[in-house]
């Protein structure tokens, strides 16, 4: 790969950033910090917002406003069940400000002609109009999923919006939608990645851009592992002087730390303006505005259904991994909604389900979506198809696999009449979690690949890692050892990418299963201790759970008995509120461990115990 022509000195940052514009022309990846001087609100400003007129405290606030929560799927929580079309027109406001107009000068001039930008808004558009050059006139703007999939930057000049665009309002729920559902989605994915591969022959300018979102497009990025040709990475601090430090002073999140090239720390208007004088752009034009986006916020709170924004708070601590707090909202909000908001109510009662599905208590959790399936039998199939399915999940961690099993037959039948293909992939994935249970191997995995192929073709991420888990467990047990290890790592490598810490917890799990199987002891006690401390950042009871009894059943291997009783028992307090069949294994796993020791009467007690629970 061919040097980059540019160095950047650290006396003449500026020099360096013009020389390397006006000789390789680079790539531009823009985010919202270049619309802020038309007056338009950076993402943590109006989540701000948002969160204070739905009346969250200040330390709620605080929770989720450093949960790491992208701001799409934040907007998504509150789109599912409110009208965000008042939010949305906050980018039809403002002018194009003088970073736009700069931008677009260098595009007239064939200095920079692919950007590449998260913004909802068009003031980069609007723009490209004022400055009126005639090589403006042949842009093509692409947003939706497949003008972005189509996109191969040969266009002569060329605007690509990763999270759709403000004139077409549909192509942003759409992104919401996607983002929120951790999926990159065909067109989005494609972009980014042929963003990358332009990467490699020419630099790459970032300018405004935060990197956080963490479940579309920083994995892609993470993703690539080709060597980029440079990166310039523009960091906006007030009144700061140019400050130049290498990407890898990037804190680990940032999907551009591990690159070459240069963070650029400092006050952007001071930069742009010295720029402006450094490349001839014409007389500087110092251009800001101000727009009451406040107003907007506040008026579509004033609009809300009683209840309703403690639905949306209880969905955002979800959402977040906070399941307690999540509980506390949606019963506020089961007594303040109407009893005629049908919808309303039989959401919060789904989710109120999940939040104690993730606490282990798996009995009310199934109370709770029979409660919503009572209210949407006839209404919204949609809804009790889902419902339908998450009891059907309940009952295979109750180990009543016949139960199960009659859930997800008659969720898949209601997913397939409402037209909802990632449901449709849940159900399947759920008839072979029950077949596996049952033994039935091959039948699991038939339902597996299924789910599988649905999941890959809706770009459904998360759960292409959770069906890849599935599968290799059902190949484990037909002694396919070589293939799981593959489904294994390669379900891990993407719950990674993709933010997914539950699938990378299992994964992990599973890996650690195969090694004790080999008798790999050590490599064994490595995935489980990952893991283990995964599923306590994700606050994953299932997961601590289960790596407990791991590296209980890895210390009775060594006869290390006194640390094995100590993880059998916390593995047993976990399970007594949530799994039957859990507990049976490790009440078995206890009564292996005193008969090594020659203690008889409490082995047996203990079988007799995983006998009753078995049965029941």
């Given amino acids: ?223 690539d592992k080709q060597p980029k040709r440079y990166i310039v990475y523009i960091e906006h601090r007030i009144g700061r002087a140019v400050r130049t430090l290498p990407l890898s002073s990037f804190s680990s999140t940032n999907p551009f730390q591990s690159l070459r090239g240069v963070r650029l720390q400092c006050d952007t208007t001071k930069v742009i303006r010295a720029l402006w004088r450094s490349l001839h752009a014409g007389d500087y034009v110092a251009v800001s505005g101000q727009v009451h986006w406040e107003d907007k916020v506040r008026t579509w709170s004033m609009g809300l259904l009683p209840g309703i924004n403690c639905l949306v708070t209880a969905k955002l601590f979800f959402q977040v991994s906070r399941p307690r707090p999540a509980l506390r909202y949606c019963t506020e909000a089961l007594r303040r909604l109407p009893r005629g908001n049908i919808r309303a109510r039989a959401s919060t009662w789904i989710l109120k389900g999940q939040a104690h599905h993730t606490l282990g208590d798996y009995r009310r959790s199934i109370a709770c979506w029979r409660r919503a399936s009572e209210l949407v039998t006839r209404t919204h199939v949609g809804l009790y198809a889902s419902a339908q399915e998450k009891i059907g999940g309940a009952f295979v961690n109750l180990g009543d696999y016949v139960s199960a099993r009659t859930q997800y037959a008659r969720a898949l039948r209601f997913a397939r009449k409402a037209r909802q293909p990632r449901l449709v992939s849940l159900c399947h994935a759920g008839l072979g979690t029950v077949a596996h249970g049952r033994k039935r191997f091959r039948e699991a995995i038939a339902h597996e690949k299924n789910a ?119 593995a047993r307090k976990l399970a007594r509120k949530s799994s039957a069949a859990r507990e049976v294994d490790i009440c078995a796993a206890i009564a292996d461990a005193y008969d090594h020791l020659g203690r008889t009467k409490l082995a047996n007690r203990y079988r007799a115990t995983a006998r009753r629970l078995a049965a029941m």
């Fill in 1 to 223: 790969m061919p040097k980059a022509k540019a160095t950047f000195s650290r006396r003449h940052p500026v020099r360096s950033l013009a020389r390397l514009i006006l000789k390789e022309h680079p790539l531009v990846l823009l985010g919202a910090g270049i619309s802020k001087l038309s007056g338009l609100p950076l993402a943590g400003e109006l989540r701000g917002s948002v969160l204070r007129c739905l009346g969250i405290g200040r330390k709620e606030r605080s929770i989720i406003a450093t949960s790491g929560l992208p701001f799409e799927a934040f907007m998504e929580c509150v789109a599912d069940v409110t009208d965000i079309s008042e939010i949305l027109a906050i980018f039809d406001e403002g002018d194009p400000n003088s970073n736009h107009i700069f931008l677009a000068r260098l595009a007239g001039r064939g200095l920079i002609t692919r950007f590449v930008t998260t913004n909802f808004d068009d003031l980069l558009e609007r723009a490209f109009i004022s400055v009126g050059h005639a090589r403006l006139q042949r842009v093509r703007v692409r947003y939706t999923q497949t003008d972005l999939a189509e996109w191969t930057g040969a266009e002569p000049i060329s605007i690509v919006k990763l999270h759709g665009s403000v004139t077409r309002k549909a192509s942003i729920r759409t992104t919401l939608h996607a983002v929120a559902n951790r999926a990159a989605g065909r067109g989005r994915g494609a972009a980014v990645q042929q963003l990358l591969l332009l990467a490699r022959l020419r630099p790459l300018l970032i300018l405004g851009y935060s990197a956080s979102d963490a479940f579309d497009i920083n994995p892609v990025i993470r993703a």
């Fill in 452 to 570: 599988l192929r649905l999941a890959r073709r809706i770009g459904f991420a998360t759960g292409e890692a959770a069906y890849r888990i599935m599968l290799a467990s059902a190949q484990t047990a037909l002694g396919f050892d070589a293939v799981a290890e593959e489904g294994y790592t390669a379900a891990a490598t993407l719950a990674s990418l993709v933010g997914y810490p539950v699938g990378q917890i299992s994964a992990e799990m599973g890996l650690a299963e195969l090694s004790l199987s080999r008798r790999e002891y050590t490599v064994a006690e490595e995935y489980y201790r990952t893991a283990l401390d995964r599923s306590r950042d994700a606050r994953f009871r299932t997961g601590m759970r289960d790596c407990y009894l791991g590296l209980g059943q890895i210390s009775i291997a060594r006869a290390e008995f006194r640390p094995a009783f100590a993880y059998l028992r916390r």
